[in-house]
């Protein structure tokens, strides 16, 4: 797992959006201000930046623990020869708050309050939002919105910026 910053991200993840068609699942609830950044992150791509891209998981329809399985399983199925990026939040050190990781592998979302989901996607984009701790809903739950926004907006911008050149 490596920390990128904006220049870096965009780097690591043009290997994996330029080759390849890609469909982006952005996970996570639009009530939980820590754990919307998959939302946001989603409404930026698909209703602000307009990408050419399959955009699942806004503001509008967030996919949450609710219907993570079934989503899931719908953009596997729908999208079989297309590479699936996993976007969501989640939680670490006090020294690593803010920061964005590029995964090879799928997504464990839920983790943070105790759900076993399904494990989604090729790579993951996870951000830090907040520190892990005894109770990581609370952490969850006071998780300022700007930094939220802020990482959700690099994310979004990175990922348009790269879908723009491919074509």
């Known amino acids: 797992m490596e920390n990128f910053d904006r220049f870096s991200l965009l780097n690591e993840l043009k290997n994996h959006i330029n080759n390849f068609s890609c469909v982006f699942l952005c996970v996570g609830s639009d009530k ?3 754990d919307c950044l998959g939302p946001l992150t989603g409404h930026l791509l698909k209703n602000i930046l307009n990408v050419n891209a399959f955009v699942y998981g806004t503001l509008d329809t967030p996919i949450s623990a609710l219907n993570f399985n079934l989503a899931g399983k719908f953009v596997q199925k729908k999208h079989k020869k297309s590479k699936i990026i996993a976007i969501d939040a989640c939680l670490g050190e006090a020294c690593d708050i803010g920061k964005i990781r590029v995964v090879n592998k799928p997504i464990a979302a839920g983790s ?3 759900r076993n989901l399904a494990q989604i996607g090729d790579i993951s984009i996870l951000a830090v939002v907040n520190c892990k ?5 609370l952490a969850l739950f006071s998780t300022p919105l700007g930094l939220v926004y802020k990482l959700a907006n690099i994310i979004a911008l990175t990922i348009a910026k790269i879908l723009e050149q491919k074509t």
């Open 32 to 34: 939980v201000t820590g």
């Open 133 to 137: 701790s005894q109770n990581d809903n």
């Open 112 to 114: 943070a309050f105790n």
